[in-house]
């Protein structure tokens, strides 16, 4: 099965500044689709951002964006300008092309500071 | 548009107890899952519906059945609850194979005494 790693358990950032939360995966597959999803106290899940492994391009949603490095089974977030609405539990996502499972990472909660 | 509703939001029972949980969503979604949370552990595969008719096993399987009852409808199991399930429970859906990702339900705190 694949797995999903987030090493980092916490992290904090000044609001306005920028942060990179961290994400591998372990997988034989070429072809599959990464995720980021946001789950604030309230407990919803959100989807921040979704990368195509088949595409070199990093993908961009507003303040977030990702580096995707295949090669090295990379797929780290960058959130620019951080607001105090950016804290919450951040979890990377991991699906097959072909299987319909999603497999997550243990996730990274970040607090922001006024 | 509900997406995908869960109920109940929260429950508590005692050890040896049964309780379904509930899950319905409305966006014609073909795939549908059953994950737990646990703190430092992300999100655990309990079950899934890759498709109405069909269930598979997750990586936690033991101690839950489900129930896929029509294409909306997926359900969850405890036939004995054992302190071990205290978790929140959460229940997803997707249009299928290929990169359309998951939609949560707002999840099931669920405690066992």
């Known amino acids: 099965a694949q797995t999903v790693t987030q090493s980092q358990p916490e992290m904090s950032v000044q609001e306005a500044e920028t942060v990179t939360l961290s994400c591998t995966y372990d997988t034989s597959e070429s072809d599959y689709y990464l995720f980021w999803y946001k789950q604030p106290p309230s407990r919803q899940m959100i989807l921040v951002i979704r990368q195509e492994a088949y595409k070199q391009q990093n993908a961009t949603e507003n303040r977030f964006s990702v580096n995707f490095q295949k090669a090295a089974k990379s797929f780290s977030l960058k959130i620019s300008d951080s607001q105090l609405g950016d804290a919450a539990m951040y979890f990377c996502?991991?699906?097959?092309?072909?299987?319909?499972?999603?497999?997550f990472g243990s996730g990274t909660k970040l607090n922001v500071k006024p | 548009n509900a997406g995908v509703t869960q109920t109940p939001k929260f429950q508590v029972l005692k050890t040896g107890q049964s309780m379904t949980l509930q899950c319905a969503q409305d966006?014609?979604?073909?795939?549908m899952y059953w994950y737990r949370q646990d703190p430092g552990m992300g999100l655990r595969l309990i079950y899934y519906?890759?498709?109405?008719?069909?269930?598979d096993k997750g990586e936690v399987p033991n101690g839950y059945n489900v129930s896929r009852l029509n294409k909306r409808e997926f359900s969850l199991r405890l036939e004995s609850a054992a302190p071990s399930q205290t978790s929140v429970y959460f229940c997803?859906?997707?249009?299928?194979?290929?990169?359309?990702?998951?939609?949560f339900g707002n999840g099931t705190r669920l405690t066992v005494t």
């Open positions: 966006m014609n979604h073909n795939s």
């Open positions: 996502a991991y699906r097959s092309a072909v299987l319909n499972k999603f497999y």
């Open positions: 997803a859906s997707t249009e299928g194979p290929g990169g359309s990702p998951l939609h």
């Open positions: 519906s890759a498709s109405e008719g069909t269930t």
